[in-house]
């Protein structure tokens, strides 16, 4: 089991900015893709951004130019800055992350516990 840790989210003014990151502790022989989605009440959840293990990144369409996402490989931690946040990027957002947590075993899918974005306009 590969237990998530998120931090960063919180309430913001609308074009204001947050960092967010999710660290995946202990010893894992591989992380593949890491990536955040998002989901607002009522919708279904959404890709943000998304990084592989090379640092090739893929977007949202409604972030992109906003939103960055980056990778500390030797941290195990993946990040998601985002500026000129609107109130329409209010959601739960969910850490994904990818792994081979030994050699001898096949990819697994984890999902953090979510952190709370609030946008006020």
């Known amino acids: 089991q590969v237990r998530l840790v998120e931090s960063g989210g919180g309430l913001v003014q609308a074009g204001g900015s947050l960092r967010l990151s999710c660290a995946a502790p202990g010893s894992i022989f591989r992380i593949n893709a890491m990536g955040w989605y998002r989901q607002a009440p009522g919708k279904q959840r959404e890709l943000v951004a998304v990084?592989?293990?090379?640092?090739?990144?893929n977007y949202g369409d409604s972030v992109k130019g906003r939103f960055t996402i980056s990778r500390d490989n030797a941290k195990n931690t993946v990040y998601l800055q985002m500026n000129s946040l609107l109130p329409e990027d209010t959601a739960v957002y969910y850490c994904?992350?990818?792994?081979?947590?030994?050699?001898?075993?096949?990819?697994?899918?984890?999902w953090g516990q979510g952190t709370q974005v609030t946008v006020s306009s």
């Open positions: 994904n992350v990818v792994v081979r947590r030994r050699w001898f075993e096949t990819e697994s899918v984890y």
């Open positions: 990084i592989t293990s090379g640092h090739s990144t």
